[in-house]
């Protein structure tokens, strides 16, 4: 079964995660393959990626302290601070229990910095979101907002 995702307003995604160490505004869209019959793999190369520009803004205080820890990490935070993202991709798994591998490949610029030179990130992150989604215990609110959207859709 394909779930697809169109047009998932980020910034509506960070509020209803109630996330405070990053701003996030665009639109993503999407194709998740799932499969509930497969015992080790739910979602199985998923792809999301950006409909139009993203705009990436972390937490000043946040990006201060990651930034003081030690040189190389805080030249690399200040390119991040203030993000235009031109090019976002993500390959998505996840397990029945949870366990998410996320690819991404994510290009843009700083233009606070300079509007010359490219932002280019390969990143990697694992993360178990069962667990997750229970201690940060949003995941009634992550479901009603679906839920919502989902009937003013129909």
Known sequence: MLFTVEGVDLSELVTALKIKQFAL???MSGVLPL???DPNKMITRGQLRNDKSLTLRLDQQLA?????RNMAQGSVVNW???L???RAYASVDMTPQG???LLAHIEGKNSTRSRQKPVILNYRHWQDLSQLW???RFGGTVQ???EQRANERE
């Open 25 to 27: 505004s665009g639109k």
């Open 35 to 37: 499969d509930f019959t």
């Open 64 to 68: 201060d302290e990651l930034a003081q």
């Open 80 to 82: 991040l601070r203030y």
């Open 84 to 86: 235009e993202i031109s």
């Open 99 to 101: 366990e998410m591998a």
């Open 134 to 136: 229970q201690s940060l």
């Open 144 to 146: 009603d907002t679906l």
